[in-house]
């Protein structure tokens, strides 16, 4: 870490230190996140002060020396990158997720050394690293409160400093006061315009101080940490050899959870996938009904198991019998659950197609889909003993099913699902339907006509009623509420047609 250097001995020294530099700048973020969110929504305003933000972490860090490695490089242009998300698709759940997760990956760049490779990652020291870089930005914060004193009052270069600003301040007061008031005598309109200018409202007043005290502590404390890594994270809690599981510990702990794995896929294989007789012959339950049922317990079975697996991994010893006994049984674990996650979606589309889709089932089997993926890269990692290249490939993998849940459209995807069982016949929930995001607009307003007469009616009303006008603040311009305004100016006519 650079440390702040107080005894600034000229003007220039003092132009140049770091803690003015932050300070200023972090001000300066302030303004410009009262400027950009202040009254508005989520747009393109995120990623705009995210660039901001970022930009000015590269600056000061390069002014002061830090070379910026690879992977931190990598991992600000990912996060600026999935800040964007949150102006191309409207859905909340959507956004908050582009928001944790490029805000966890900047996090992560302030604690990586500049050397640092992402396979040589632990997941300790990702785990760890996030807590870390936390922590170090709210320090930051601290430590330039607590040095306000030191560099503005007791810097040998700026001594004279406040006392020269506070005799000019008591010079210009009095002047503003009666010039201001001749003029404002004077001509009534510049008295017009003063008497508006002065007169504010409290509560305005105090939601620009909140963005702008807000942003400049955010600011603040990561510009902190641009003057140097915070610190390597730990490599993670050892075990002593004589403390490890042997293989026959762990071939019985592994052993035993294949096992009841395999009993429930055997009778996975002759219920659910026998069909809806074996189900009412045995249990007196619908199909849907026993579909509905385990569906996301199956689910955290999956996820589960892969802390399971890693720990047998950390504790087991480290021999070639260990080592074999768990390739067996992890390998075995993992196919048969690969059996139960396809029972998982056997059951969904069941339940799918009898109670339609939601955000939670379409989010549920997303992830499903994504653990599905980091069980086989599992295998290929730790079971060639590579174990610091699962947490870079589990990573970039998650990014990848970020970005094509995203590219995907959840919402667009349950109104399409939805309007498809309408078709058919089926019932239409219309208040689930309008309670989806801006992204659901377009593909409702195509298949409106498959509703009945009612719900056509209810959907054209508040499709009116939200998007009838367009969006006029850029600062929240998004993609999906963008589309959705220009797909009910398109189809207007139809829709005030839709109750007649």
Aim: hydrophobic share 55%; charged share 15%; proline share 3%.
């Amino acid at each position: 870490m650079i440390s702040i250097d107080s005894k600034s001995e000229s003007p220039q020294d003092f132009a140049r230190d770091p803690w003015l530099v932050i300070v200023l700048v972090s001000l300066a973020l302030g303004g410009l996140a009262d400027l950009l969110f202040n009254g508005a929504a989520p747009g393109v305003n995120v990623p705009l002060w995210a660039a901001a933000v970022i930009a000015a972490f590269v600056l000061i860090a390069r002014r002061e020396g830090r070379r910026i490695g690879g992977l931190v490089a990598s991992l600000l242009v990912v996060s600026l990158g999935l800040s964007m998300m949150v102006a191309w698709r409207a859905s909340v759940e959507l956004q908050i997720g582009a928001v944790g997760t490029s805000l966890a990956l900047f996090l992560l760049a302030l604690t990586v050394q500049d050397d640092a490779r992402a396979d040589r990652m632990s997941i300790t020291s990702f785990v760890v690293g996030l807590t870390i870089a936390a922590g170090s930005a709210l320090r930051g914060v601290f430590i330039l409160v607590r040095s306000a004193p030191q560099h503005l009052l007791l810097s040998r270069g700026a001594d004279a400093r406040p006392r020269v600003l506070g005799r000019a301040a008591l010079i210009t007061a009095p002047l503003l006061v009666v010039f201001g008031g001749l003029f404002v005598a004077a001509d009534a309109v510049f008295q017009d315009w003063v008497v508006n200018a002065l007169s504010v409202e409290a509560a305005s007043v105090v939601r620009h101080l909140a963005w702008w005290a807000g942003g400049s502590v955010v600011a603040a404390g990561v510009l902190w940490c641009a003057l140097g890594p915070q610190g390597a994270p730990p490599d993670g809690p050892q075990l002593a050899e004589a403390r490890r599981l042997r293989a026959l510990e762990t071939g019985v702990v592994l052993g035993s959870l294949a096992a009841l794995f395999a009993l429930f896929v055997l009778i996975q294989i002759r219920y659910l996938f026998g069909g809806s007789e074996h189900v009412l012959g045995s249990i007196g339950l619908t199909y849907a009904e026993y579909a509905r049922r385990g569906f996301f317990e199956l689910v955290a079975v999956a996820v589960l198991l892969l802390p399971v697996l890693l720990a047998a991994d950390w504790a087991r010893a480290r021999s070639g019998r260990s080592l074999t006994t768990y390739r067996v049984f992890g390998t075995v674990l993992v196919v048969l659950l690969l059996v139960v996650m396809t029972s998982a979606f056997q059951r969904l589309r069941i339940y799918i197609d009898v109670f339609g889709l939601t955000a939670l089932r379409f989010y549920a089997a997303a992830l499903l889909a994504w653990l599905a993926t980091v069980f086989v890269w599992l295998l290929w990692s730790l079971m060639r003993e590579r174990r610091n290249e699962f947490v870079g490939g589990a990573v970039a993998s998650a990014l990848v099913a970020l970005v094509i849940v995203v590219a995907v459209n959840p919402h667009g995807m349950i109104a399409a699902t939805n309007l498809a069982r309408a078709e058919d016949g089926r019932d239409f929930d219309v208040a689930y339907a309008l309670g989806l995001s801006a992204d659901a607009t377009p593909t409702l307003l195509d298949g409106i006509d498959a509703l009945e007469d009612d719900d056509a009616c209810e959907v054209a009303n508040a499709m009116l009623a939200r998007w009838g006008e367009p969006e006029s603040d850029l600062r929240s311009w998004n993609w999906g509420r963008a589309a959705a305004a220009d797909a009910v100016d398109a189809t207007g006519e139809r829709l005030a047609a839709a109750c007649r």
